[in-house]
Nanobody
Framework: QVQLVESGGGLVQPGGSLRLSCAAS????????IGWFRQAPGKEREWVSC????????YYADSVKGRFTISSDNAKNTMYLQMNSLKPEDTAVYYC???????????????WGQGTQVTVSS
């Protein structure tokens, strides 16, 4: 069955960096777009980034553009989110999710991981 498992979260000081990983099983990243969401306490889940499997195009929310980088290693069937220049407002549970198509703007989000906590604080 489809499974997404996030890792790499933790506590980091403002201005620091973290790299999140999302290991996928039960399907291939060669054929489906995949991305990241986050949810801060008391707030709705928000979309962060997506990478298309059709042409490796990447997309970012304005709040993280220029600081976060999404990538995938299809040989390892794993996606990454490199987060630099972290701010306290980046504190949230980060979820990876896969779409049911190869594009970030077609189809729908279909599967979700269990989330990993990122806390940015001094």
């Amino acid at each position: 069955q489809v499974q997404l498992v996030e890792s790499g979260g933790g506590l980091v000081q403002p201005g620091g960096s973290l790299r999140l990983s999302c290991a996928a099983s039960g399907f291939s990243l060669d054929y489906y777009a995949i991305g990241w969401f986050r949810q801060a306490p008391g707030k709705e889940r928000e979309w962060v980034s997506c990478i298309s499997s059709s042409d490796d195009s990447t997309y970012y929310a304005d709040s993280v553009k220029g600081r976060f980088t999404i990538s995938s290693d299809n040989a390892k069937n794993t996606m990454y989110l490199q987060m630099n220049s972290l701010k306290p407002e980046d504190t949230a549970v980060y979820y990876c999710a896969s779409r049911n198509t190869n594009g970030c703007y077609s189809g729908a989000w279909a599967y979700w991981g269990q989330g990993t906590q990122v806390t940015v604080s001094s």
